[in-house]
Every structure is written in structure tokens, then in C-alpha cells.
């Protein structure tokens, strides 16, 4: 084991808070009019006199063996797909056993395939049935390095890059083989005529393999080659776009297939040096003068924002001044830690008296790095400092079925968006953004005919006051006989932090709302908001301020190929407060309908759906003129596909 300089340095961690509690997100929605994927079928076409001479002079099904090669064909098809799908999961051992039994239906009907290359008609079916198997037993070496990978992967970047980088490359040859094969298979399909709809499949199984070629590609050039990762470690008690403030960060170093260093810092330090200076948006003008990387996360797409972030501490001395630029950014709740620690178990700070669990570990971090914290001495410590390498060392150290509860755990936050990834590389990026793990607003295509909706809380000057609010969201929409969809938006927020006894969790929540609508609708009322003037502190232009350009079309009222309609909310503890808005989408009709919501990382709220179809129109889904829906368990992306349809 060769050691590594891992440092870990906290200057002054600010903002890490408990939620005060989360409601269960795990419930996957199966209603009528959401979206779920498209059934294939298929046949063989051969003239059937000519199936039955065959079966005559050979003594065998050459339709029942067409028909199996076929259906191995696809057995190894699905198996792949299985193995992308649990290349995320890295859980293999469901996905071997069908190999192994498409392995053994190869194996039956190779005799049949010997047989069958003494006829002319069927000279490609060695070749064609060879590929299978080639394929098939490919899909189980990949399945198998796969496997490895989820038992050893935590432990390699630790302790034997150069292991972790043979086994990646290991994977890559076998995929690239199962390439070659998959063309031989193709080509022996078109022989036998047998051009169904599984060619579908294949194109699609092509794309993967190919996807997947560029994913191991980009993680080993970033493994290999040296990078640099950031991770922000998000405070949902103090809401942000992205998911909570980023009270501190991690800079990660890679080189050789290792994890070299690990650099904490309290976001506000690379700030510090900062030279450039920027226009903030206008909500964040009464808090700073200056747009820097602590509010950079403004953004709701996260993409946008983590490039943001990584650019201000690129330009900030702190990093400018070693050459560093990062390859991407991941980004985290309190969540994640909390599970770790179910899995490590408590882990004692002597230097601190305390003993952190899954129980108190918010509780205990938001003491330490509170502003007003006069606990133990005064000092505000740097708890983070001592934590890490504990807890590193604790998953080090995992039995291997502790390793597959994390890896697991990992895999179902970042399903549920308490974890986002964003990466340079766009072999990388591509993968992420597909899995659904890059935090990326949904871009409408201007084919469809539908609706969307995003409600993003930004806490501005309302301390942690989000570990005490609960959310509902109700939208109902109302679709003309033109196709004018007109929205009437309800968002509902209690505060419930009047029975805590710390002064930050009491506070007034002061939260600037956006709503993300489809590109050209029209806001036409608002009720119940705070009115509030923010005026800037400075004369932006005098001063010689860049301007950014995504922060001037929010000005404009534009985000993310979106309309967005911004109010101030202010809730006192112990109250409650309803934000209306009343909008309209002008909208050329369709039969089709699809609506998508999109949920903020870090939030717990109710939501609420219902839409009125146009004067006589029936959904198809309801056989009614109306459809509901409403859940306190969302999808990170909930969407839902109506068919409109005339009476």
C-alpha cells in the first residue's frame, strides 16, 4: 500500500445544518398516462414449403433453431442491456445467471448450426451462431469484470490505480469485442431475411456499446492521465438552486488510477482572492456585492451552475496560481453522509467530546460551524478536518457486503438527485446526463405539445430556516380549444421552526421563488407575495463589473431555454404563506400530451396535478375530462403522457 499525502484542510466550514425531516422518496409511480417503454415483437420470414423440405431432408426444426438462434440473439441483447443498467448498479449477479443459461442455449443448438452449414441455403449459420456465442460469453467476461469491479473498485483508487486502470481496459476490450460480434450477428440477420422489428434493438444495443466505449474511454483518460474533481457538499437547510448552499468543498487529485490528495475547503477561502469582480443576480444584490463562487449555484440546470463554480475557483489565485483546472464537480447533500455513517457506525472526535452518528452528525456539524456558536470555548472548529479521514478510513476497511450496501446507497442517491455529477468531457458527461445523474433541465422539443414546470427556492438572509419548512406545490391547467394551456400555480410554505431552540432555525425564511415554465409563456397575475426591493449597493458599471451572460437573460426573464417568473416569499416561524400565479402557454393543439415536473434537489414537498381538457375531449387514460395526480414521493423528473381524445 503506498501512502498518500491526503490533506485535509478547513478553514472555516460554514453552514452544514440538519434537516429536520425527509419524507420517503424511494416509491416509483406505475399510473395511468405515465410514461413507460415501448414493447418489441418480432418473426422470422422464410416460405413455408421451403421450411418444410428442410425439415424433411434434415431431421430437424430449422424453424424452431431459427427461431431459438433468434431468440438467444435477443436473450444477449437484453442481457447487455441489463448489463449497462447494472454497470450503474454494479449489481451482476441476476444478470450472470441469464447469461450462463443463454450460454447453454448456444451451446444445444451448435450441433444444429454444424448440420445446417451443409446447405447452401444456410451456409451462414456456423458463422452467425459463433458470433452468439461469442457475444454471449463476452457479455459474461464483462459481467464478470463488472462484478470485480463493485467488490475491489473503492479499495483500487485507494491503494492500486494502476490495477483499477487494467481492469477498465480489461472492460473496454471485451466491449470492443462484443462489437465485432454484434457485427457478425447483424450481418448473418440480413442473410437469413430476418430484417423485424428487432433491428430496432440492435441499432439500439450498437448505440450502447458504443456509449459505453466512450464512457470507459473518458473515465480512463481522467484516471490515467491526472485530474482534478471538485465536490460540493450542498446545505439543504439553506436552500439554493442545485439543492442547498455550498458551505465547503472538497478538490480532489487524481493521477495513476488514485486518489493522491484531498484538499477541504470552506468556500468562502478561494473567494477571498478573487480578483475578478461580477454582477450578481439582482436577488443576491442585498446580501453581496459581488457574484463569487459561494453563490454561484444560481442556476437551476447543474450543469450551468457547477461550470459556474468551477470557473470563479479557476480564476481565483488559490488554483489560477498551479495551473489547476477541474474536469468536473460532484455535488451532495447531508444525506449522503448520514447513510455512510448507518453503514460505519459512530465514529468518536476526541479533540471535539463528541461521538457523530447518523442520529446527531447535522446536529453536531451545525453546532461547530455556526456563526453565533459559543459551544465548547467559542471556537469554531474544524469538526470536517477531523471527520474525513476517519471516515475514509472506515469504508476502506468495509466487508464486501458493507461495500455493495454502499455502492447501493450511492447508486439511490443519485436516482434521487441528492447527488449530481457534471464533467468536462463530454464522453462522460453524455453518460451521467443519460442516467439521469446530471441534475440537466428538461429541454422541450419543439414538437411537443404539453406542459413543465419547475419551482426552485433560493433561502436569501433566511439562515437555516429550511430544515424547518415543508412544501406543497399544487398547478392546475386548463387547455383551450386551440391548445392555450393557462396555469393556475399555488406554492404553499409552513415553518415550523418556532418550537426549536436554536436562533437559526427560528429566523424569518426569506426565499426568492422561481418558476421554470415552457419558453414564451405569459405570467398574467401573482397573489400573496412579499414585496421586497433589492437595490444594488454599487454602481456596477462605474466599478468596471463583467456581466454574465446567463445572469443577464434571468434579468431578462429567460433560464435554461425557460421562462422564469421570480417572486419573494417571507415566512415567519410558527406561520404559513400561499404564493399564486396565474400564466398562460399560447400553444398550436395536439392529441398528445405530455406534462414533466421537475423536483429541486434537497426538497420534501407535496405536489399536486390536475389538467382540464379542452370542451369535447376525454383523456384517453381516464376516460374522463379531467386528470389528477399528487404524491409526496417524487421523481427527480415526473412525467406524464396523456392522449387527447374527441367525444
Request: aromatic share 10%.
Amino acid at each position: 500500500m503506498r501512502n498518500k499525502n491526503i490533506s485535509c484542510l478547513l478553514t472555516d466550514v460554514r453552514h452544514p445544518a440538519p434537516k429536520a425531516s425527509s419524507l420517503p422518496r424511494k416509491h416509483r409511480f406505475d399510473l395511468p398516462g405515465i410514461s413507460v417503454g415501448r414493447k418489441k415483437s418480432g418473426s422470422a420470414r422464410f416460405a413455408a414449403a421451403l421450411i418444410v423440405l428442410i425439415l424433411a431432408s434434415c431431421g430437424i426444426a430449422a424453424w424452431g433453431a431459427k427461431e431459438n438462434a433468434m431468440g438467444t440473439a435477443l436473450t444477449a441483447y437484453r442481457n447487455f442491456i441489463s448489463a449497462a443498467e447494472s454497470a450503474k448498479q454494479l449489481d451482476t449477479d441476476g444478470m450472470g445467471k441469464s447469461l450462463k443459461k443463454a450460454e447453454i442455449n448456444l451451446e444445444s443448438l451448435d450441433i444444429y448450426a454444424k448440420i445446417l452449414g451443409f446447405i447452401p441455403a444456410f451456409k451462414e449459420v456456423p458463422v452467425f451462431m459463433s458470433a452468439l456465442g461469442d457475444f454471449n460469453k463476452t457479455a459474461m467476461a464483462v459481467a464478470g469484470a463488472t462484478e470485480n469491479l463493485k467488490k475491489e473498485g473503492f479499495t483500487l483508487i485507494w491503494e492500486d490505480g494502476n490495477r483499477l486502470i487494467s481492469e477498465l481496459e480489461n472492460i473496454r476490450g471485451q466491449v470492443k469485442t462484443m462489437m465485432g460480434s454484434f457485427t457478425k450477428i447483424r450481418n448473418g440477420m440480413a442473410s437469413f431475411g430476418l430484417s423485424t422489428d428487432e433491428s430496432a434493438d440492435y441499432l439500439s444495443l450498437h448505440s450502447k456499446m458504443m456509449e459505453t466505449d466512450g464512457l470507459l474511454a473518458g473515465l480512463l483518460d481522467l484516471l490515467k492521465d491526472g485530474g482534478n474533481v471538485a465536490i460540493f457538499f450542498m446545505n439543504d437547510s439553506e436552500m439554493r438552486a442545485t439543492g442547498g448552499f455550498i458551505g465547503s468543498y472538497a478538490a480532489v487529485k487524481i493521477n495513476g488510477g488514485e486518489i493522491q490528495d484531498i484538499s477541504v475547503n470552506d468556500i468562502y477561502y478561494p473567494d477571498k482572492f478573487l480578483e475578478e469582480k461580477t454582477v450578481p443576480p439582482s436577488p443576491l444584490m442585498g446580501m453581496t456585492t459581488d457574484w463569487e463562487a459561494r453563490d454561484a449555484n444560481w442556476f437551476f440546470d447543474f450543469p450551468t451552475s457547477a461550470s459556474k463554480v468551477l470557473s470563479f475557483l479557476e480564476k481565483s489565485p488559490v488554483y489560477s496560481d498551479k495551473g489547476i483546472k477541474f474536469d468536473g464537480a460532484i455535488a451532495m447533500n447531508h444525506k449522503v453522509v448520514t447513510d455512510i455513517l448507518k453503514i460505519t457506525g459512530p465514529i468518536e472526535l476526541p479533540d471535539y467530546g463528541i461521538v457523530l452518528d447518523h442520529t446527531n452528525f447535522l446536529s453536531e456539524i451545525q453546532k461547530e460551524v455556526s456563526r453565533d456558536s459559543t459551544l465548547r470555548g467559542g471556537e469554531r472548529k474544524n469538526v470536517l478536518k477531523s471527520l474525513l479521514p476517519e471516515l475514509i478510513s472506515r469504508m476502506k476497511k468495509m466487508s464486501g457486503k458493507d461495500k455493495e450496501e454502499l455502492i447501493r446507497i450511492v447508486e439511490n442517491r443519485f436516482g434521487n438527485k441528492d447527488i449530481q455529477a457534471f464533467f468536462i468531457d463530454k464522453r462522460l458527461q453524455n453518460f451521467v446526463s443519460k442516467s439521469l445523474w446530471s441534475g440537466e433541465v428538461y429541454q422541450i422539443p419543439e414538437s411537443e405539445y404539453g406542459d413543465y414546470l419547475a419551482v426552485v427556492v433560493s433561502n436569501i438572509g433566511g439562515e437555516k430556516t429550511d430544515a424547518y419548512m415543508r412544501q406543497k406545490v399544487a398547478l392546475k391547467s386548463v387547455i383551450s380549444p386551440s391548445g392555450t394551456i393557462t396555469d393556475s400555480l399555488s406554492i404553499t410554505r409552513v415553518h415550523e421552526g418556532d418550537g426549536a431552540t436554536e436562533t437559526f432555525y427560528k429566523a424569518k425564511n426569506q426565499a426568492y421563488i422561481k418558476a421554470l415554465v415552457p419558453a414564451g409563456a405569459k405570467l398574467l397575475s401573482t397573489e400573496g407575495e412579499t414585496i421586497k426591493t433589492v437595490r444594488p449597493a454599487i454602481n456596477y458599471e462605474q466599478k468596471g463589473y463583467a456581466k454574465d451572460p446567463d445572469v443577464e437573460l434571468f434579468e431578462s426573464g429567460s433560464e435554461s431555454g425557460k421562462s422564469v417568473f421570480g417572486r419573494w416569499l417571507s415566512v415567519n416561524s410558527g406561520s404559513d404563506k400561499e404564493l399564486k400565479m396565474e400564466y398562460e402557454r399560447p400553444s398550436a393543439f395536439s392529441d398528445k400530451f405530455r406534462f414533466v415536473y421537475e423536483k429541486q434537489s434537497g426538497t420534501d414537498s407535496i405536489f399536486s396535478y390536475s389538467v382540464q381538457a379542452p370542451p369535447g375531449y376525454i383523456f384517453k387514460e381516464t376516460k374522463t375530462s379531467a386528470y389528477k395526480y399528487e404524491s409526496a414521493n417524487l421523481p427527480p423528473r415526473l412525467t406524464i403522457d396523456l392522449t387527447l381524445q374527441r367525444l
